[in-house]
């Protein structure tokens, strides 16, 4: 299910495995490539609320026990970041503080 979308025709959402199990999230970028990652190791919970000009993503994640919020940088994004979810969603708002 797609929440985001910036200019660059940059699409961030979530999907549900084959068994309805668990949620990952996505990234479709504008050439039609799809990415999908998990912010935690267990991959059971991962998904965008939202995503900026540069298509930095913020989100939440299950990591064990708990839910932590994430930041997913660009264009290598390797392991996200956790903190916690209200900072999370608001730095990816805040271009010129992220490094993309």
Known sequence: MPVAIND???VAGS???SR??????FVREAD??????DAAANKKYTVPHAMNAKGVITGAT???NHYR???RSRPTPGRPLFLP????KSLA????????
Do not use: C, K, W
Request: aromatic residues 12%; negative net charge.
């Open 8 to 10: 660059a025709g940059i």
């Open 15 to 17: 999907v549900r495995d």
């Open 20 to 25: 309805l199990r668990y949620e990952h999230s």
């Open 32 to 37: 039609g490539t799809i990415t999908t990652f």
């Open 62 to 64: 299950l990591d064990a």
């Open 69 to 71: 919020g994430f930041v």
């Open 85 to 88: 979810s209200e900072r999370a």
């Open 93 to 100: 708002f805040r271009d010129p503080m992220l490094v993309a």
